[in-house]
Protein backbone atom coordinates (compact mmCIF):
# COMPACT_ATOMS: atom_id res chain seq x y z
CA UNK A 1 0.00 0.00 0.00
CA UNK A 2 1.54 3.66 -0.58
CA UNK A 3 1.82 5.50 2.60
CA UNK A 4 2.27 9.56 1.96
CA UNK A 5 4.74 11.67 5.08
CA UNK A 6 4.92 14.93 5.32
CA UNK A 7 8.49 15.72 5.83
CA UNK A 8 10.88 18.67 5.09
CA UNK A 9 13.80 16.12 4.39
CA UNK A 10 12.44 12.96 3.48
CA UNK A 11 13.90 11.11 6.46
CA UNK A 12 11.56 12.23 9.49
CA UNK A 13 8.02 13.45 10.02
CA UNK A 14 8.36 16.48 10.88
CA UNK A 15 5.27 18.58 8.88
CA UNK A 16 1.96 19.69 9.80
CA UNK A 17 -0.34 18.97 7.08
CA UNK A 18 -1.11 22.26 6.60
CA UNK A 19 2.86 23.45 6.17
CA UNK A 20 3.67 20.83 3.70
CA UNK A 21 4.30 21.44 0.02
CA UNK A 22 5.51 18.23 -0.85
CA UNK A 23 4.95 14.44 0.41
CA UNK A 24 7.29 11.37 0.45
CA UNK A 25 5.37 8.69 -0.70
CA UNK A 26 6.34 4.92 0.32
CA UNK A 27 4.97 1.27 -0.83
CA UNK A 28 5.01 -0.33 2.15
CA UNK A 29 3.75 -4.42 2.52
CA UNK A 30 4.55 -6.35 5.32
CA UNK A 31 7.94 -8.27 3.64
CA UNK A 32 9.69 -5.19 2.26
CA UNK A 33 8.92 -1.03 1.62
CA UNK A 34 10.59 1.08 -0.53
CA UNK A 35 10.57 5.21 -1.26
CA UNK A 36 8.22 6.07 -4.33
CA UNK A 37 8.31 9.35 -5.16
CA UNK A 38 7.95 12.59 -4.37
CA UNK A 39 4.67 14.37 -4.63
CA UNK A 40 3.96 18.05 -4.86
CA UNK A 41 0.94 19.63 -3.95
CA UNK A 42 0.09 23.39 -5.17
CA UNK A 43 0.79 25.81 -2.09
CA UNK A 44 -0.63 28.88 -3.68
CA UNK A 45 -4.95 30.17 -3.45
CA UNK A 46 -6.51 30.06 -0.05
CA UNK A 47 -6.23 27.98 2.57
CA UNK A 48 -9.35 25.51 1.17
CA UNK A 49 -7.54 25.67 -2.62
CA UNK A 50 -4.17 24.31 -0.69
CA UNK A 51 -5.70 21.89 1.34
CA UNK A 52 -8.07 20.16 -1.87
CA UNK A 53 -4.54 20.60 -3.52
CA UNK A 54 -3.03 18.45 -0.60
CA UNK A 55 -5.70 15.57 -0.52
CA UNK A 56 -5.54 15.61 -4.33
CA UNK A 57 -1.96 15.02 -3.97
CA UNK A 58 -2.33 11.73 -2.19
CA UNK A 59 -5.73 10.52 -3.58
CA UNK A 60 -3.78 7.56 -4.31
CA UNK A 61 -2.52 6.36 -1.00
CA UNK A 62 -3.66 4.30 1.92
CA UNK A 63 -2.54 6.33 4.11
CA UNK A 64 -1.09 9.73 5.30
CA UNK A 65 1.04 10.43 8.08
CA UNK A 66 1.55 13.73 9.35
CA UNK A 67 2.79 15.50 12.70
CA UNK A 68 -0.69 17.36 13.02
CA UNK A 69 -3.73 17.69 10.57
CA UNK A 70 -6.89 19.51 11.77
CA UNK A 71 -10.15 18.61 11.58
CA UNK A 72 -11.19 19.89 7.72
CA UNK A 73 -7.94 18.43 6.31
CA UNK A 74 -8.71 15.06 7.50
CA UNK A 75 -12.29 15.07 6.09
CA UNK A 76 -11.13 15.68 2.81
CA UNK A 77 -8.62 12.89 2.65
CA UNK A 78 -11.76 10.63 3.97
CA UNK A 79 -13.15 11.99 1.48
CA UNK A 80 -10.65 10.49 -1.17
CA UNK A 81 -10.47 7.91 1.05
CA UNK A 82 -7.15 8.46 2.49
CA UNK A 83 -6.65 7.88 6.65
CA UNK A 84 -4.51 10.53 8.41
CA UNK A 85 -2.57 9.07 10.88
CA UNK A 86 -0.93 11.60 13.65
CA UNK A 87 2.36 11.22 15.42
CA UNK A 88 1.98 14.06 17.46
CA UNK A 89 5.81 14.81 17.24
CA UNK A 90 9.04 14.26 14.97
CA UNK A 91 9.28 10.70 14.26
CA UNK A 92 11.98 8.94 11.80
CA UNK A 93 10.11 7.49 8.65
CA UNK A 94 12.03 4.93 8.56
CA UNK A 95 10.49 3.84 11.73
CA UNK A 96 6.88 3.99 11.18
CA UNK A 97 7.74 2.16 8.60
CA UNK A 98 8.57 -0.48 10.52
CA UNK A 99 5.57 0.26 13.19
CA UNK A 100 3.12 -0.20 9.67
CA UNK A 101 5.08 -3.40 8.16
CA UNK A 102 4.46 -5.01 11.69
CA UNK A 103 0.91 -4.27 11.44
CA UNK A 104 0.46 -5.68 8.20
CA UNK A 105 2.55 -8.78 9.36
CA UNK A 106 -0.05 -9.02 12.56
CA UNK A 107 -3.73 -8.66 12.50
CA UNK A 108 -4.35 -5.37 11.03
CA UNK A 109 -7.43 -3.29 12.00
CA UNK A 110 -10.51 -3.41 9.99
CA UNK A 111 -9.58 0.01 8.34
CA UNK A 112 -6.22 -0.74 7.21
CA UNK A 113 -7.40 -4.06 5.71
CA UNK A 114 -10.24 -2.15 3.87
CA UNK A 115 -7.34 0.11 2.63
CA UNK A 116 -4.83 -2.68 1.42
CA UNK A 117 -7.63 -4.30 -0.44
CA UNK A 118 -8.64 -0.48 -2.30
CA UNK A 119 -4.65 -0.76 -2.91
CA UNK A 120 -4.99 -4.00 -4.67
CA UNK A 121 -7.93 -3.46 -6.71
CA UNK A 122 -5.94 -0.41 -8.09
CA UNK A 123 -2.94 -2.26 -8.84
CA UNK A 124 -4.89 -4.80 -10.71
CA UNK A 125 -6.39 -2.51 -12.79
CA UNK A 126 -3.37 -0.69 -13.55
CA UNK A 127 -1.64 -4.17 -14.45
CA UNK A 128 -4.80 -4.69 -17.14
CA UNK A 129 -4.20 -1.49 -18.49
CA UNK A 130 -0.65 -2.45 -19.38
CA UNK A 131 -1.32 -5.74 -20.80
Known amino acids: MRVAFTSSDGAKIDLHFGQTSRFHVWEVGPAEARFVETVSAVTTGDEEDRTSARASAVAGCAIVCTVQIGG ?33 RGSPPPWLRKAMAR ?9 DRVR
Open 72 to 104: PAAAKLAAVRVHPMKTGGESPIAEMVEKLQAVL
Open 119 to 127: TDETMNLAD
